[in-house]
């Protein structure tokens, strides 16, 4: 059940911090990579896997989390914050195996090395803003890729457990941001605040760089790129908005959400929705189709994801 703001604890008490570290260690899940119900796959996904130009980046960005936020948990002087991020910061390694164990079995054409990441604080903040925007972005695109039947459903029930634990690392993140800014001197509270500024800065600029990585050409064309054709600005931030809801639902309501992007994606929704309804009118005609296949498939996908809860042990 989502309640209103009004029931979203006062952040800094020794009660908020019981709350989003007790949450976080609780709901921790237990399995492996190896050990997780892998598909075997045909020679035509196999190539759409290996064309898809991510795998280098997401592997290193795991394995690095993995040692920076164990080692910058280790740091932290308060037990219970310092249990909750070596949580985290197993889940994040874990992570890296998983790609890891994804490279090794379906042989897709990537490297990584050694972690070398400082674990500063200001190195976790940069990387908890960075998770906020890409995880916000991510859900999206994945519902969208689910729908599409981009790739065999039992790969995407692999990747929502990924999914739905970096819904709980940023919901952890802005808590514990919240927290730390709140436990600051007055006079401290400013640097502290720049350097979140910092983080998200550094998190679009990534994504912008990305997106510049991709429009350049350079990222190769795939296979079976043709199934998101239609797609428009509106369908994706509506997936996003969408998935960032229902993910985000499932969290105690005292906690703090991440609010940012969710915001930014709504502003934007709505002068997409503003653009495409002053384009031409046969234009405006895909859109109002794309609209309604957007509830169709949220239904279908929703009924889908129901099935699966009712029968998870
Ligand atoms: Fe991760
Ligand atoms: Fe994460």
Same mark, same amino acid.
């Given at each position: 059940?989502? !309640?209103?703001?009004?029931?979203?604890?006062?952040?800094?008490?020794?009660?908020?911090?019981?709350?989003?570290?007790?949450?976080?260690?609780?709901?921790?899940?237990?399995?492996?990579?190896e050990s997780l119900d892998w598909p075997v796959l045909g020679e035509k996904d196999l190539e759409l896997l290996r064309a898809l130009p991510i795998w280098?980046?997401? =592997?290193q960005v795991e394995r690095n989390a993995g040692v920076m936020v164990t080692d910058f948990g280790r740091r932290q002087k308060d037990p219970l914050i !310092?249990?909750?991020?070596?949580?985290?910061?197993?889940?994040?390694? !874990?992570?890296?195996?998983?790609?890891?164990?994804?490279?090794?079995?379906?042989?897709?054409?990537?490297?990584?090395?050694?972690?070398?990441?400082?674990?500063?604080?200001?190195?976790?903040?940069?990387?908890?803003?960075?998770?906020?925007?890409?995880?916000?972005?991510?859900?999206?695109?994945?519902?969208?890729? /689910?729908?599409?039947?981009?790739?065999?459903?039992?790969?995407?029930?692999?990747?929502?457990?990924?999914?739905?634990?970096?819904?709980?690392?940023?919901?952890?993140?802005?808590? =514990?941001?919240?927290?730390?800014?709140?436990?600051?001197?007055?006079?401290?509270?400013?640097?502290?605040?720049?350097?979140?500024?910092?983080?998200?800065?550094?998190?679009?600029?990534?994504?912008?760089?990305?997106?510049?990585?991709?429009?350049?050409?350079?990222?190769?064309?795939?296979?079976?790129?043709?199934?998101?054709?239609?797609?428009?600005?509106?369908?994706?931030?509506?997936?996003?908005?969408?998935?960032?809801?229902?993910?985000?639902?499932?969290?105690?309501?005292?906690?703090?959400?991440?609010?940012?992007?969710?915001?930014?994606?709504?502003?934007?929704?709505?002068?997409?929705?503003?653009?495409?309804?002053?384009?031409? /009118?046969?234009?405006?005609?895909?859109?109002?189709?794309?609209?309604?296949?957007?509830? /169709?498939?949220?239904?279908?996908?929703?009924?889908?994801?129901?099935?699966?809860?009712?029968? /998870?042990?």
């Amino acid at each position: 059940m989502q !309640r209103g703001k009004e029931h979203e604890m006062r952040p800094g008490t020794p009660e908020h911090k019981e709350l989003f570290c007790r949450i976080f260690i609780q709901t921790h899940a237990r399995y492996e990579p190896e050990s997780l119900d892998w598909p075997v796959l045909g020679e035509k996904d196999l190539e759409l896997l290996r064309a898809l130009p991510i795998w280098d980046t997401l =592997w290193q960005v795991e394995r690095n989390a993995g040692v920076m936020v164990t080692d910058f948990g280790r740091r932290q002087k308060d037990p219970l914050i !310092r249990e909750a991020l070596e949580v985290q910061g197993y889940e994040e390694d !874990r992570h890296g195996r998983l790609i890891g164990e994804m490279v090794a079995r379906y042989d897709l054409p990537a490297k990584s090395h050694e972690p070398d990441v400082l674990p500063t604080e200001q190195a976790f903040i940069d990387f908890g803003c960075g998770e906020c925007i890409d995880s916000f972005i991510g859900f999206g695109v994945f519902k969208l890729a /689910r729908d599409a039947g981009f790739l065999p459903d039992s790969l995407f029930s692999i990747f929502s457990r990924v999914l739905s634990e970096e819904a709980r690392h940023i919901t952890f993140f802005v808590n =514990w941001l919240a927290y730390e800014h709140a436990q600051r001197p007055l006079l401290a509270k400013p640097a502290h605040f720049l350097s979140a500024a910092r983080g998200y800065y550094h998190g679009v600029r990534n994504v912008v760089n990305n997106g510049r990585l991709a429009a350049s050409g350079s990222a190769p064309s795939l296979p079976g790129g043709d199934v998101f054709e239609g797609l428009t600005v509106t369908r994706v931030l509506g997936a996003c908005l969408t998935e960032n809801d229902r993910l985000m639902a499932a969290f105690d309501s005292r906690l703090l959400r991440p609010k940012l992007m969710p915001r930014i994606g709504r502003v934007a929704l709505a002068f997409a929705r503003l653009l495409e309804r002053s384009s031409p /009118r046969d234009e405006r005609v895909d859109v109002k189709q794309t609209e309604e296949e957007d509830g /169709r498939a949220g239904t279908e996908s929703r009924a889908g994801e129901d099935l699966q809860h009712s029968v /998870r042990p």
